[in-house]
């Protein structure tokens, strides 16, 4: 191709990857495109499941001592400079990582990063100051991180076939109204955070799986 037509391609391809990802669908809304009204539905969800915003250190350790956060599991890479502190999650989340990742791990045979998943209003304060595009700790927008229901996947090192599942996975559950996904554009990261009713879709589907493998 000469240097027109490879522009041209290029253009051509990112009209299609905005239609498909980016735009909402006319059926559900769903969209992979960060927005102010996507925050703002994210916070009202973690309200209505009761989720706090976790306030210090003491209250994140209480948190992890009773099984209120569980470790991110093994069907995921974690960023190795993400400190131990930090690499928990809420139970749903915990349960969308195990089953994202091993679907993943089984169909392309290693695992996605996370790179981010617990933080506290000080350790969001302190990112803030050094990252302007993270969001606040206050008011209708601030950060589903300080709940543990969100986490940052890793798109540095995917190959274009594995970004384009799991987008269309993110979509397809976003359309279930079990998570909201938001593919940033100032970081090469998918934003995601799940909600109270994955856990219990989640749980349906093993029941279902249970009784086909069961039935004579």
Same mark, same amino acid.
């Given at each position: 191709? &000469?240097?027109?037509?490879?522009?041209?391609?290029?253009?051509?391809?990112?009209?299609?990857?905005?239609?498909?990802?980016?735009?909402?669908?006319?059926?559900?809304?769903?969209?992979?495109? =960060?927005?102010?009204?996507? #925050?703002?539905?994210?916070?009202?969800?973690?309200?209505?499941? =009761?989720?706090?915003?976790?306030? &210090?250190?003491?209250?994140?350790?209480?948190?992890?001592?009773?099984?209120?956060?569980?470790?991110?599991?093994?069907?995921?890479?974690?960023?190795?400079? #993400?400190?131990? !502190?930090?690499?928990?999650?809420?139970?749903?989340?915990?349960?969308?990582? =195990?089953?994202?990742?091993?679907?993943?791990?089984?169909?392309?045979?290693?695992?996605?990063?996370?790179?981010?998943? $617990?933080?506290?209003?000080?350790?969001?304060?302190?990112?803030?100051?050094? &990252?302007?595009?993270?969001?606040? $700790?206050?008011?209708?927008?601030?950060?589903?991180?300080?709940? =543990?229901?969100?986490?940052?996947?890793? !798109?540095?090192?995917?190959?274009?076939?594995? #970004?384009?599942?799991?987008?269309? !996975?993110?979509?397809?559950?976003?359309?279930?109204?079990?998570?909201?996904?938001?593919?940033?554009?100032?970081?090469?990261?998918?934003? $995601?955070?799940?909600?109270?009713?994955?856990?219990?879709?989640?749980?349906?589907?093993?029941?279902?799986?249970?009784?086909?493998?069961?039935?004579?």
């Amino acid at each position: 191709f &000469n240097r027109k037509e490879v522009v041209m391609r290029r253009h051509l391809n990112l009209i299609l990857f905005s239609a498909l990802f980016l735009l909402p669908s006319a059926a559900s809304g769903a969209s992979l495109l =960060g927005t102010t009204a996507a #925050l703002v539905y994210q916070n009202k969800r973690a309200d209505e499941a =009761g989720w706090i915003r976790i306030p &210090n250190d003491k209250k994140l350790q209480e948190m992890k001592d009773c099984s209120e956060l569980l470790p991110i599991p093994g069907t995921v890479r974690v960023n190795p400079e #993400l400190d131990q !502190k930090w690499r928990w999650v809420l139970p749903v989340t915990a349960y969308f990582l =195990g089953d994202i990742g091993l679907e993943f791990r089984e169909r392309f045979g290693w695992e996605f990063q996370v790179n981010s998943g $617990v933080r506290t209003i000080p350790r969001q304060i302190e990112i803030s100051r050094r &990252n302007l595009n993270a969001v606040p $700790v206050k008011g209708p927008r601030r950060s589903l991180h300080l709940t =543990g229901s969100t986490v940052d996947i890793a !798109k540095i090192g995917l190959k274009p076939e594995e #970004l384009m599942w799991l987008r269309l !996975k993110f979509l397809q559950l976003e359309e279930m109204g079990l998570i909201d996904a938001t593919e940033e554009r100032h970081q090469a990261v998918f934003h $995601v955070t799940v909600f109270p009713e994955y856990e219990g879709e989640t749980l349906r589907a093993v029941r279902q799986n249970s009784v086909q493998t069961t039935e004579p």
